[in-house]
C-alpha cells in the first residue's frame, strides 16, 4: 500500500504525463534553434545558457523548449492553470 503522498506524486506525473501527449506541434528532439525558429517564429522569451553542457530555454505561448548547445532536447507544454471554481 502507498502512502497518501506517494499516490499523489505518482497522479500527478501521470496527469503531466498525459498532458505532454498533446496532437499540439512542438519541437522535436535535435531540431536546431534555426529550425524551430523558422517554424515556429521568435520566442517570448529566450533564456541563456545555463550549466556545462549549456541548457538554452525558449519560452513560446503554449510551450517552452530547451536545448543543449543548439539542438532541442525536448519541449514541454505549459500546463493549464485552475480558473477560481474549476477543481484542480
Do not use: C, N
Not at 499540439?24 to 517564429?41: I, K, Q, T, W, Y
Not at 545558457?49 to 517552452?64: K, M, N
Request: glycine residues 6%.
Amino acid at each position: 500500500m502507498f502512502p497518501v503522498a506517494g499516490l499523489s506524486e505518482v497522479l500527478l506525473i501521470d496527469a503531466v504525463m498525459e498532458e505532454q501527449k498533446s496532437s499540439l506541434p512542438r519541437p522535436r528532439h535535435g531540431d536546431s534553434m534555426a529550425d524551430v525558429e523558422h517554424r515556429f517564429g521568435a520566442p517570448r522569451a529566450k533564456h541563456g545558457p545555463v550549466g556545462d553542457p549549456p541548457i538554452t530555454r525558449w519560452d513560446y505561448a503554449d510551450f517552452s523548449v530547451y536545448f543543449e548547445h543548439d539542438k532541442v532536447l525536448t519541449s514541454v507544454l505549459k500546463r493549464k492553470r485552475a480558473t477560481a471554481g474549476q477543481a484542480r
